[in-house]
Nanobody, 129 residues
Framework: QVQLVESGGGLVQAGGSLRLTCAAS?????????????VAWFRQAPGKEREFVAAIKRGSTVYVDSVKYRFVITRDNAKNTVSLQMNSLKSEDTALYFC???????????????????WGQGTQVTVAS
């Protein structure tokens, strides 16, 4: 079992910044290092499908084109956390942001939510224009 808890969402003006954090816990980390898990951020805006945002697999990162050069995903394996620094926010970034984790995802499948076994409850990000 893996529990994921997101934090850091809120209301921000366009052009502003937010930092989301995903904290992972669970007995699985007694046997498997957090560093071995791929962690991703997805988002879902009202009336839209869930969208991949970014993922980190070991030290490698992948981003959806719309957030490249604005968002940065990092991990702190000592704290079992993954963060998403979001800069130059736009109204179209408004969504419920979820983190997801899994140990067994190949690089070509990082963008697919169906590949992740563990999900958090989400944190709301609202960007006012």
């Amino acid at each position: 079992q893996v529990q994921l808890v997101e934090s850091g969402g809120g209301l921000v003006q366009a052009g502003g910044s937010l930092r989301l954090t995903c904290a992972a816990s669970g007995r699985t980390f007694d046997n498997y290092a957090f560093s071995s898990y791929t962690v991703a951020w997805f988002r879902q805006a009202p009336g839209k499908e869930r969208e991949f945002v970014a993922a980190i697999k070991r030290g490698s990162t992948v981003y959806v084109d719309s957030v490249k050069y604005r968002f940065v995903i990092t991990r702190d394996n000592a704290k079992n956390t993954v963060s998403l620094q979001m800069n130059s926010l736009k109204s179209e970034d408004t969504a419920l942001y979820f983190c997801a984790a899994d140990r067994s995802i190949i690089t070509s499948s990082l963008r697919y939510g169906r590949e992740y076994d563990w999900w958090g409850q989400g944190t709301q990000v609202t960007v006012a224009s």
